[in-house]
């Protein structure tokens, strides 16, 4: 069973990250990123009921990082579909106070499940058993009593919350982007330094996430300005060079960090790509 899940886990990445890529202020990208993951949870649903789990290790596994992964991002998906509903239409000041209202929510939640955040965030493993087992519920546990109307098979006491988490780091990071997008409205097509790296035509022809992870694993090396240099003025300096929006480059960090299978993909096909070209010309 545990083959089937990781396979099951590895096409719903395949599938999802063109919608990742895509512009989350459209209706039709969100609903395609609702409809797949929809569609890989219930393929998940269907695998578990029909399975059994060889050890509890993989039930915790199961419940604690692979069901959350693709339920996670289902509900950041069906957020982001209310917060286009609701978003005004007004000017910058009405919209920049419903962004922060909608991180107010995220905080107040956050502040109120502190301990099992904190117990989830340092990958703690001492309640796992009353946590991520089905049927093992610790009702003293148990502070989201909804958990009491979900489906026994397919859920555990706090699985929905890990997934809430991951959901919530990913709206926090789009809310923070879409104000930064907010204060920076103004035009930069007349910066001429962009104008000069655009008459180079050097453009990144890999995906945008691909970039991301190469300027996170830049920074962290401290390759440029001894690690000093920030996030956020590397990717602006991409930017220029390539001529294209990263986009939510927060956001896609979070989504690199939630790989479970090779989570360094870009820079492991980079080394091999290099290592087949010294290859080559020794030869």
């Not at 440029?224 to 996030?231: N, Y």
Request: glycine share 4%.
């Amino acid at each position: 069973m545990q083959g089937k899940i990781i396979d099951i886990l590895e096409n719903y990445e395949k599938e999802i990250e063109p919608t990742r890529e895509s512009n989350l202020d459209s209706f039709a990208v969100i609903e395609q990123g609702i409809q797949i993951s929809r569609k890989y949870l219930q393929k998940l649903r269907l695998v578990v009921r029909k399975g059994i789990f060889i050890n509890k290790e993989n039930e915790i596994l199961l419940f604690k990082k692979q069901k959350p992964l693709i339920y996670g991002n289902l509900k950041f998906y069906a957020k982001l579909y209310k917060y286009l509903l609701q978003k005004p239409k007004g000017t910058k000041k009405s919209q920049r106070q419903f962004i922060d209202n909608q991180i107010k929510i995220l905080q107040n939640y956050h502040n109120d499940n502190i301990d099992f955040i904190r117990y989830y965030r340092q990958n703690s493993t001492s309640l796992d058993e009353f946590y991520f087992l089905r049927g093992n519920d610790n009702i003293g546990l148990i502070s989201d009593t909804s958990h009491f109307y979900t489906d026994a098979e397919f859920s555990t006491s706090h699985d929905n919350a890990v997934a809430k988490i991951i959901a919530y780091d990913l709206l926090f990071s789009f809310y923070l982007n879409e104000l930064n997008i907010l204060r920076n409205k103004k035009s930069k097509e007349d910066n001429p330094v962009k104008r000069r790296f655009k008459s180079l035509n050097l453009g990144w022809t890999a995906n945008k996430i691909d970039l991301i992870e190469l300027i996170y694993a830049l920074q962290a090396s401290g390759a440029i300005k001894g690690g000093k240099a920030g996030i956020k003025d590397m990717a602006m300096a991409c930017e220029q060079i390539f001529d294209m929006d990263l986009g939510n480059y927060y956001r896609k960090f979070l989504e690199i960090r939630g790989r479970k299978i090779q989570p360094t993909k870009f820079l492991d096909r980079m080394k091999d790509s290099l290592l087949k070209r010294m290859k080559e010309a020794d030869d």
